[in-house]
């Protein structure tokens, strides 16, 4: 019963405290359920978040189910997500019943951007870390190289969705793993 009591705390946490949606949730995931809880590994992370960018859904509510069902089962994964949006549904009734009025006040403006502008260095340094760690694990640079080039002409270019994106690299890893190359 314990381990469903930390599963809520550390996902109530977790939606507590990010604001700026799913991405900006990661780096706060991966500290509680990573680095301080050791409940899943930084790869299953990552397979967490990929598989959430394919299903139907929020994405961190996806990753955290999926986080709770790796840990406990259907119960954890059920424990995870209530605890995960709970905030949001409070936070946002309260934003619409008070501060609603205050949202053209400068200050206000001024909050949000400084909130804004945060989440995205959280999100780099997040993507700085997964990276490095990333290129010093893998095996195969050249072909995990050209599917990121790929990956980024796809995002920057085409404007193509995540599936479409995770599509071509699962594509490209499978055919370059049957020819055998760039090893």
Known sequence: MKIYLQLLVSFFKTGLFTFGGGLAMLPIIKAEVVDRRKWITEDELLDFFALSQCTPGIIIVNVATFCG?????????????????????????????????????????????????????????????????????????????LIFVLALCMLGLFKATAIWVIIMAATVGLLFSFKGRFK
Not at 79 to 86: G, W
């Open 69 to 145: 069902y790796r840990l406990k089962g259907v119960l954890g994964g059920i424990a995870s997500t209530l605890a995960v949006i709970t905030p949001s549904v409070l936070v946002i009734t309260l934003i619409a019943a008070a501060l609603g009025a205050y949202m053209d006040y400068p200050a206000v403006k001024s909050a949000f951007a400084g909130i804004r502008i945060c989440t995205c260095a959280l999100l780099l340094n997040l993507i700085i870390e997964l990276a490095q760690k990333f290129y010093h694990q893998s095996n195969n640079r050249r072909l995990h190289g």
